[in-house]
């Protein structure tokens, strides 16, 4: 089965660190550009960072506080999130796409409140 599972998300105090995963099943995570997502109440899915083969993107709003890094052994990719703040509350999708395939997880609550 083909699927990509995200884990990692909770409650954090402002201030406060999470890493996310995202593993995948079913398929070799290494040969796809993987972007993390995310969607807060009442607006539209952004994206939030990506990883290709040579090299990453980060929104400017999370560049300095976020990190996007895979380990290829546990065909996972990590978003590491420091500094979070508020407004990094969310639901976080996993996205792995090439040419003619592309998957997303379920999504991972990510909550920065005191």
């Known amino acids: 089965q083909l699927q990509l599972v995200e884990s990692g998300g909770g409650l954090v105090q402002p201030g406060g660190s999470l890493r996310l995963s995202c593993a995948a099943s079913?398929?070799?995570?290494?040969?796809?550009?993987v972007g993390w997502f995310r969607q807060a109440p009442g607006k539209e899915r952004e994206a939030v960072s990506c990883?290709?083969?040579?090299?990453?993107y980060y929104r400017d709003t999370v560049k300095g506080r976020f990190t996007i890094s895979r380990d290829n052994a546990k065909n996972t990719v990590y978003l590491q999130m420091n500094s979070l703040k508020p407004e990094d509350t969310a639901v976080y999708y996993c996205?792995?796409?090439?040419?003619?395939?592309?998957?997303w997880g379920q999504g991972t609550q990510v909550t920065v409140s005191s």
């Open positions: 996205n792995a796409h090439r040419v003619l395939h592309d998957y």
């Open positions: 079913g398929f070799t995570l290494g040969y796809y550009t």
């Open positions: 990883i290709s083969s040579d090299r990453t």
